[in-house]
């Protein structure tokens, strides 16, 4: 999953300013310039300082700007657990907007981790702070960790949720293909030669014939003018068990995905 323009650029740190009223003295809106750069390493040195910077110098309204700005670099370093500690904090603003945003982002982070739970109520805890298109992106990211979980019909309810606030297009057409999921599947390639395709069909086989995980088959998918044989095994009710059957194939580039 990727972000969805929860991004904090110059032009959000003078709509908080305006909104909070910045007394900071340290550069805090070059934090959030350098963010907008792409110069994620700095602005978290310039993040980590004002956060750092004693209470009688700063208010608290700046503390969560910093934080938020110091959680969203070191996430986009990579650096999880640094950027949870930061983003915690921010959640604390009282502009609910930014508190919104660091609860998403906390979400994504538990995702990539695999701990799906907090994920969902990360994301439940941002849809109740943002609002319209942000609010049903929060909405349809945990109804996407809920199917990852089995819990079919939470993600039913998050997903007509979001459907109901969004007049994006693409995410319509999202919420569509996640309702229509019917389960996992391990994926082990995707060819354009349906000969190669046969080829791994026979290799996938040899690895799941002793672990009981089923028969590969071949699904055509059609991407505009390419015609795509998907090499897939096994149907699995959630992405937990399905992640069980391919770690134990031991086979390279596979992965799970949705099965329609």
């Known amino acids: 999953m990727r972000m969805w323009g929860l991004v904090a650029n110059h032009a959000l740190w003078v709509l ?6 910045c007394t900071t003295r340290v ?34 309204k700046d503390r969560h700007l910093a934080a938020y700005a110091a959680g969203l670099a070191a996430y986009r370093l990579e650096q999880y657990t640094t950027a949870q500690r930061y983003l915690e904090s921010a959640t604390g603003s009282s502009n609910r907007h930014l508190s919104g945003d660091a609860y998403a982002t906390i979400g994504l982070i538990h995702h990539r981790l695999g701990r799906l739970h907090r994920a969902s109520n990360a994301f439940i805890a941002a849809s109740k702070r943002l609002s319209g298109e942000n609010r049903a992106k929060s909405y349809y990211f945990a109804a996407v960790v809920e199917n990852k979980l089995g819990s079919t019909a939470k993600a039913m309810t998050y997903l007509t949720l979001a459907k109901s606030l969004t007049r994006d297009h693409t995410l319509k057409q999202r919420i569509n293909l996640e309702k229509n999921q019917t389960g996992f599947t391990v994926q082990a390639g995707a060819f354009s030669s349906q000969s190669r395709a046969h080829d791994q069909v026979k290799r996938v086989n040899q690895q799941a014939s002793a672990r009981g995980i089923g028969t590969a088959r071949l699904v055509q998918a059609d991407r505009g003018p390419l015609t795509l044989w998907l090499v897939q095994i096994g149907h699995f009710s959630t992405f937990a068990t399905a992640e069980r059957a391919r770690k134990s194939l031991h086979l390279p580039d596979t992965r799970v995905v949705p099965r329609f």
């Open 16 to 21: 908080l300013c305006l909104f909070a009223g």
């Open 27 to 60: 550069p805090l809106p070059d934090a959030y310039q350098a963010l907008d750069a792409g110069q994620h390493e700095m602005a978290y040195r310039i993040a980590k300082q004002v956060y750092h910077t004693p209470n009688s110098s700063i208010g608290s």
